[in-house]
Structure formats: C-alpha cells, structure tokens
C-alpha cells in the first residue's frame, strides 16, 4: 500500500475492511487476514462518482477518514486541502450512492475537513477551517445538516487558488469564529462520539473539549500536556462496562 491511512473493518464480514491509500487517493477494500486487494476506488479519476462532481466545482477530493454506518461507507474528502464533502458508499460493493455536505457558501460549506464520526444517524465533522463542529444527519440520499457546535460569524474571503492557511501558516486570522472558550474551537481536528459526549481535539487550540450530546454542552477542557497541536483521536469503551478511553495523537515540533 501507498502510504496506507484510515481502516475500518465491516461488521460480520470475516475480516474484509476498507482503507484509504493517501498518496494514490485511492480506497480499497482488502481482506485483512491475508491482505489481499479486493476493489480499488480511485479517487483521482472518479468514474463511480462523476455524475454528481457538480456539486463543488472541483474534483471529489482527497479521502481523509472513513465510518462505516449500517451498510452505507463514508468517505470524509478535503477538495485540493480547501473544501470538503462526504461521499457515501455501499459499504460491501463500494458502488456509488451519494454525496453530502460542503456546499460552498452555505452553512454546510466544509473547509479542509479532517476527521469525522459517526453515532446513529448522526455525522459529526470536525471543520478545521470553519472552526466548528458540524453535525449531519445522513439517510439514503440525503444528508441533512442538524446542527453547528462553535462561534458563528462571517469566515474570511478564501482564494481557492491559494487558502490563506496555506500562504500564511502562523498568521493571527482575523477570524469572529475562532474561539478559546469552553464550546468555541480552534482549528478542530480530531473527534470521537461516545457515553453520550463529544469529544473534539484542537490543532492550534492545543487542547481536548468534551462536550455533552445531544445539546453540546462543554464539560471538560483538558490541555495538551506538552503545549504542542493535538490531531486524531478515537474512543474505546472498556470491555467490563467500568469506563472508556480516548486516545489523542499530538504533533511534533517539524508539524
């Protein structure tokens, strides 16, 4: 595999699992006990999704994350590292069946998503750019925005061409919706759904928030320990019912 990223195993299929191949932008369905290929979904040339590439003016874009929801994949694609979207898959054929989110201009406008989460019907994204937490309800053919978590305010005019998180990396944005307060974001990246809470790491926030679901209410803010940008993040439910664990990746100085 080409720098292999993402894996999620589907359920009660003997070990087949899908991952995302970052450099090639591909999603391929493999079998884990023997690593054998079984489909590739090449996400540069998108044959099975062309037919609905008008819904941004740009090509699908590049998989970053993938859920599995009952027999739906969902793909979480960033659009040349400016916009995003959500294509969703059958998640045993990879057969094409819709995309959602990331309208440009609108509330559901994604900005170089990186992560997502999904619980239920709901689908929780991480809108690093937008600051903000985005939660969509998906359903075949459709996949409806519910909710925004975060400050609100009008985002800064973006050349696509050249995003201003690209020319100017360590700039102060001159961003309403960038927020240090408990249930306000700063560049959320990570994010995980569990025991009724949200939980959302920060880049340049440099911290973990957990938020209570369904109202998004902040309860805990816990800080990076060493300062540094935090990344992806998962949950995992202890086996004897006792608790859970989150798991947090941080960043390196060379981030």
């Known amino acids: 595999m080409n720098l292999p990223g993402c894996v999620v195993e589907i359920p009660n299929s003997d070990g087949l699992a899908w991952a995302i191949e970052s450099d090639d932008c591909n999603v391929i369905l ?96 991480a809108d690093m750019y937008n600051h903000q937490v985005k939660v969509f309800r998906h359903a075949e053919g459709t996949g409806t925005l519910v909710r925004t978590f975060g400050r609100g305010g009008t985002p800064p005019e973006l050349d696509e061409e050249r995003p201003y998180w690209h020319r100017y990396p360590n700039i102060e944005l001159d961003d309403p919706r960038i927020g240090a307060g408990p249930g306000e974001f700063n560049e959320p990246w990570g994010i995980a759904v569990g025991k009724r809470c949200l939980y959302v790491s920060e880049s340049a926030g440099a911290r973990i928030q957990v938020l209570s679901l369904p109202d998004g209410g902040p309860m805990h803010i816990v800080r990076s320990p060493d300062g540094l940008d935090l990344t992806g993040m998962c949950f995992t439910a202890l086996p004897d019912g006792t608790g859970a664990r989150v798991w947090c990746c941080g960043a390196g100085s060379g981030y």
């Open 30 to 125: 493999t079998r884990l006990t023997d690593g054998r290929r079984l489909r590739d979904i090449d996400f540069e040339q998108p044959d099975e999704i062309r037919p609905h590439s008008q819904i941004l003016p740009l090509d699908v874009g590049q998989p970053r994350d993938l859920a599995i929801a009952g027999d739906a994949l969902l793909v979480l694609c960033a659009i040349e590292a400016v916009y995003g979207r959500v294509v969703v898959l059958d998640a045993h054929t990879g057969e094409f069946r819709y995309c959602f989110a990331g309208e440009v201009g609108s509330a559901e406008e994604l900005r170089d998503p990186e992560s997502f989460a999904v619980a239920g019907d709901l689908v929780y994204i």
